[in-house]
Structures are given as C-alpha cells and as structure tokens.
C-alpha cells in the first residue's frame, strides 16, 4: 500500500506561482507511475501531469510549458511547478501513484488563482 500526502496549495493572483508536493510512503522508484489530477466542483477529476519510474514526463495540453513535474527519489516526493497561474487553473490539486496496477490517491491540496 503507498500513502501519499499533498502540501502547498494556496491562494495566489494570476501569474503567479506555486510549487505542490506528494509524499509518498514508499520508494517511487518501485512506483509505476505518478502524477498530479485536478478537480473542479461538479467536475471530473482530469490529468495535470504524469512521470514514470524511467522519467517519462506527460502534460495536460492546457499546462504545457508552464507546469513541470518533477521526482526527488531520495525524498520520496514529486513536485509539480506551477508557472503563469490562470483563474481557470483554480482547483483541488490530487496526487496519484499507479503500483502494480493498484492506484492510489493522496487527499487533495487546494489551488485557488484569484486577484
């Protein structure tokens, strides 16, 4: 089982920036996957970014070149570096690991963009 807590979601204007933390459990280098979702009220939950075990990096079209997912396998943690925050990017910010198949889900961290 991996458990996984989320931290640095805030309040910020619009070009603004911050920075999400996942911390998981267990070693992500024995995780498949992992990756950061987002969810409206009302909304299906949609994907922000993924990473693989190798690296592999994969964005959402609409954070392309302002989002960066990253890993720190020594922490156990994956960052995602959010640039040029839009009120459209206002949020709960989920962090997902994909483990033998078996997903898991951290419990949300809010991102709110608003002058």
């Known amino acids: 089982q991996v458990q996984l807590v989320e931290s640095g979601?805030?309040?910020?204007?619009?070009?603004?920036?911050?920075r999400l933390?996942?911390?998981?459990?267990?070693?992500?280098?024995?995780?498949?996957?992992?990756?950061?979702f987002r969810q409206d009220p009302g909304?299906?939950?949609s994907l922000v970014a993924t990473i693989t075990s190798l690296g592999i990096t994969n964005?959402?079209?609409?954070?392309?070149?302002?989002?960066?997912?990253?890993?720190?396998?020594?922490?156990?943690t994956v960052y995602l570096q959010m640039n040029s925050l839009k009120p459209e990017d206002t949020a709960v910010y989920f962090c997902k690991a994909v483990?033998?198949?078996?997903a898991y889900w951290g419990q949300g961290t809010q991102v709110t963009v608003s002058s």
């Open 43 to 45: 909304k299906q939950r």
């Open 21 to 36: 933390s996942c911390a998981a459990s267990s070693s992500i280098s024995t995780i498949n996957t992992m990756g950061w």
């Open 59 to 76: 964005y959402a079209d609409s954070v392309k070149g302002r989002f960066t997912i990253s890993r720190d396998t020594a922490k156990n």
């Open 9 to 18: 979601g805030d309040l910020v204007q619009p070009g603004g920036s911050l």
């Open 99 to 102: 483990k033998l198949w078996i």
